[in-house]
């Protein structure tokens, strides 16, 4: 990008360091904006149970011990429960933390298929600034954590040339997101769950996943419904997020904390209601969500939400020499 | 672009340093090592197709860093496993047990292949819990 220039647009050193302090004032406006209660408010029904001041029902109280138990969610979203949650015990335990922000800052590779709705794969062309976004279509794979490490296309340069090597063992990884507010939709439409009226939300990375019920039956089931497809060609008898999962995009570093977990149909219910406790606003107004003048959307089902808008993913080729073959190239090398 | 967004990057990074809150501090704990760390259960194959498979096996829990690998080593000949597939997990402290899950790919089909399985923290170092040499056929 930028013919290989850091720095494309000349600035004397006086403008230069200017310039750069524009951009650490502003980096440092969002950092003061998003540590503030307009951001981080920690006024949900959860955060009102650490404190006492909400019995959460039978429903949430099982899907919180689900998701410390059986679904092993909080082995990386993290919940600062100081309990370990067995069958037939309750959560009577002092919170290790009374502001848990529900993510390790890990990075992980839940083998999300790729999604043929995402607009960089149609960006070949050059738009009206003669910025071309992906040039390599279909051919494009989104490494993540990997792509960083080894300075492939689109990313920065790795600061640290000593954790380049590391890039086999990450490709695929994402930032592991906070499941606070994972829930969180605009006033007039109060969930994101079919058949509503509901807000449509985009899941994970890549916006494959529809709903939370969706989020939490991949998780309990991405290997024990796993089919050697692309999306849009679950085999006939199938019926795609519900008892078929394509491929992953990344193939490698797959994490095997979940993915075939035993959940029930309930148990997956019980668990999103846990998550709907986590959105700011029970305590206090919380008046920064985004606003919304569309309609909501209504009918159908959490389980195949969104399956309307599903199309073929064309037949992929390779993965692009600019992408797989930065050194260090992924290992096994990826399809 | 992506100079002035690495520094952006850079400095909301050391902002949250500089203004540390305890939520700063929410890393995952280490989990404690049991006093013998064995397998308990399996390893057993949880799925297995023409050209890919699942083993999976639950130990006590090795402890060290939260980041772990399940190591399958396997062949085609019991006394030559020479190919490792591994697979990453994380540890829950909160549980008295981990489930180890590893995928293999690229498997021939009506094909038998041996095992062993062990684990390790994410620097490589081994968690010491081999297991006996078992089997598998592909359909």
Same mark, same amino acid.
């Given at each position: 990008? &930028?013919?290989?220039?850091?720095?494309?647009?000349?600035l004397?050193?006086?403008d230069?360091?200017?310039?750069?302090m524009?951009?650490?004032?502003w980096?440092?406006?969002?950092?003061?904006?998003?540590?503030?209660?307009?951001?981080?408010? &920690?006024?949900?029904? &959860?955060?009102?149970?650490?404190?006492?001041?909400?019995?959460?029902?039978?429903?949430?109280? =099982?899907?919180?011990?689900?998701?410390?138990?059986?679904?092993?969610?909080?082995?990386?979203?993290?919940?600062?429960?100081?309990?370990?949650?067995?069958?037939?015990?309750?959560?009577?335990?002092?919170?290790?933390?009374?502001?848990?922000?529900?993510?390790?800052?890990?990075?992980?590779?839940?083998?999300?298929?790729?999604?043929?709705?995402?607009?960089? *794969?149609?960006?070949t062309?050059?738009?009206?600034?003669?910025?071309? !976004?992906?040039?390599?279509?279909? !051919?494009?794979?989104?490494?993540?954590?990997?792509?960083?490490?080894?300075?492939?296309?689109?990313?920065?340069?790795?600061?640290?040339?000593?954790?380049?090597?590391?890039?086999?063992?990450?490709?695929?990884?994402?930032?592991?997101?906070?499941?606070?507010?994972?829930? @969180?939709?605009?006033?007039?439409c109060p969930?994101?769950? =079919?058949?509503?009226?509901?807000?449509?939300?985009? &899941?994970f990375?890549?916006? *494959?996943?529809?709903?939370?019920?969706?989020?939490?039956?991949?998780?309990?089931?991405?290997?024990?419904?796993?089919?050697?497809?692309?999306?849009?060609?679950?085999?006939?008898?199938t019926?795609?997020?519900?008892?078929?999962?394509? @491929?992953?995009?990344?193939?490698?570093?797959?994490?095997?904390?979940?993915?075939?977990?035993?959940?029930t149909?309930?148990?997956?219910?019980?668990?999103? =209601?846990?998550?709907?406790?986590?959105?700011?606003? *029970?305590?206090?107004?919380?008046?920064?969500?985004?606003?919304?003048?569309?309609?909501?959307m209504?009918?159908?089902?959490?389980?195949?939400?969104g399956?309307?808008?599903?199309?073929?993913?064309?037949?992929?080729?390779?993965? =692009?020499?600019?992408?797989?073959?930065?050194?260090?190239?992924p290992?096994?090398?990826?399809? | 672009?992506?100079?002035?967004?690495?520094?952006?990057?850079?400095?909301?990074?050391v902002?949250?340093?500089?203004?540390?809150?305890?939520?700063?501090?929410?890393?995952?704990?280490?989990?404690?090592k049991?006093?013998?760390?064995?397998?308990?259960?399996?390893?057993?194959?949880?799925r297995a197709?023409?050209?890919?498979?699942?083993? $999976?096996?639950?130990?006590?829990?090795?402890?060290?860093?939260?980041?772990h690998?399940?190591?399958?080593?396997?062949?085609?000949?019991?006394?030559?496993l020479?190919?490792?597939?591994?697979?990453?997990? $994380?540890?829950?402290?909160?549980?008295?047990y981990?489930?180890? $899950?590893?995928?293999?790919?690229?498997?021939?089909? $009506?094909?038998?292949?041996?095992?062993?399985?062990?684990?390790?923290?994410?620097?490589?170092?081994?968690?010491?819990?081999?297991?006996?040499?078992?089997?598998?056929?592909?359909?």
């Open positions: 990008m &930028f013919g290989g220039s850091t720095t494309p647009i000349p004397s050193p006086e230069r360091t200017r310039a750069n524009v951009y650490n004032h980096g440092q406006s969002i950092d003061s904006y998003e540590q503030s209660l307009q951001v981080s408010a &920690f006024s949900s029904k &959860f955060d009102a149970f650490l404190k006492g001041d909400y019995k959460l029902t039978a429903d949430e109280m =099982a899907g919180l011990k689900l998701f410390d138990g059986k679904g092993n969610c909080n082995s990386c979203h993290l919940d600062g429960r100081g309990t370990t949650l067995e069958s037939g015990q309750t959560d009577t335990g002092a919170a290790a933390a009374v502001t848990p922000l529900f993510t390790c800052f890990g990075s992980a590779n839940e083998g999300l298929p790729l999604n043929p709705r995402d607009a960089i *794969y149609y960006q062309t050059p738009d009206s600034f003669g910025f071309t !976004g992906n040039p390599l279509g279909f !051919g494009y794979r989104d490494l993540g954590l990997g792509t960083f490490l080894r300075s492939g296309p689109g990313a920065a340069p790795n600061p640290n040339s000593t954790w380049t090597q590391f890039a086999p063992t990450t490709d695929g990884q994402m930032q592991v997101s906070s499941a606070r507010n994972v829930a @969180m939709t605009p006033p007039q969930t994101t769950e =079919a058949p509503g009226p509901y807000f449509q939300k985009e &899941f990375h890549n916006g *494959y996943i529809k709903s939370l019920k969706q989020l939490v039956h991949f998780y309990n089931t991405r290997d024990k419904f796993k089919f050697n497809v692309t999306s849009g060609h679950c085999p006939a008898g019926t795609e997020k519900v008892n078929c999962w394509p @491929m992953p995009e990344v193939p490698n570093n797959i994490d095997m904390t979940s993915g075939n977990l035993g959940l149909d309930k148990e997956e219910d019980q668990i999103v =209601a846990f998550l709907q406790t986590l959105t700011d606003g *029970y305590t206090r107004p919380y008046p920064n969500r985004d606003t919304f003048t569309g309609t909501c209504t009918g159908g089902s959490a389980k195949t939400q399956n309307e808008f599903l199309i073929p993913t064309p037949k992929l080729p390779p993965c =692009a020499s600019a992408v797989c073959g930065v050194q260090p190239v290992r096994p090398a990826i399809p | 672009m992506n100079k002035l967004l690495l520094k952006l990057a850079m400095v909301v990074t902002c949250s340093l500089l203004y540390s809150t305890p939520a700063a501090t929410q890393v995952s704990p280490t989990t404690n049991a006093a013998r760390v064995r397998i308990i259960q399996g390893p057993e194959i949880e197709d023409p050209d890919f498979a699942i083993i $999976r096996w639950t130990s006590n829990n090795p402890g060290g860093s939260p980041e690998y399940g190591i399958v080593r396997y062949g085609t000949d019991p006394t030559k020479n190919q490792t597939a591994k697979s990453p997990i $994380r540890l829950n402290p909160g549980h008295s981990t489930v180890f $899950r590893v995928r293999i790919g690229g498997l021939k089909p $009506r094909t038998t292949y041996y095992y062993t399985v062990d684990s390790t923290e994410a620097n490589g170092k081994g968690d010491e819990v081999k297991s006996a040499v078992k089997h598998f056929t592909t359909p």
